[in-house]
């Protein structure tokens, strides 16, 4: 019965690791078809995501996002970022 059970638990856990990475595939092709990551940022936390005296995006989440537009299109600059507030996440 032990057996039995182990069985199906490792079935549907290989079920749910191939499901998910089909899905992440479909992911990263949306995005590549957008040509660009859309980031949302909290336009009000310094050192997360705020604009500089130049308008220019700063922080930890705006590095994030840069690094995953270098990663897709070898390219930080094909990053939209959003402000966001706690209600419109």
């Known amino acids: ?23 992440m595939a479909g992911t990263l092709d949306d995005v590549r078809a957008k040509g660009f990551v859309q980031a949302g940022v909290n336009g009000d936390l310094f050192g997360f995501g705020k604009p500089d005296e130049k308008g220019v995006w700063r922080g930890l989440d705006v590095d994030t996002a840069r690094a995953v537009a270098v990663a897709v299109f070898g390219d930080s600059n094909k990053v939209k970022f959003t402000p966001l507030t706690a209600k419109t996440r």
């Open 1 to 23: 019965m032990k057996i039995v059970k182990l069985c199906l638990v490792a079935m549907v856990a290989t079920a749910m690791i191939v499901t998910a990475g089909v899905a």
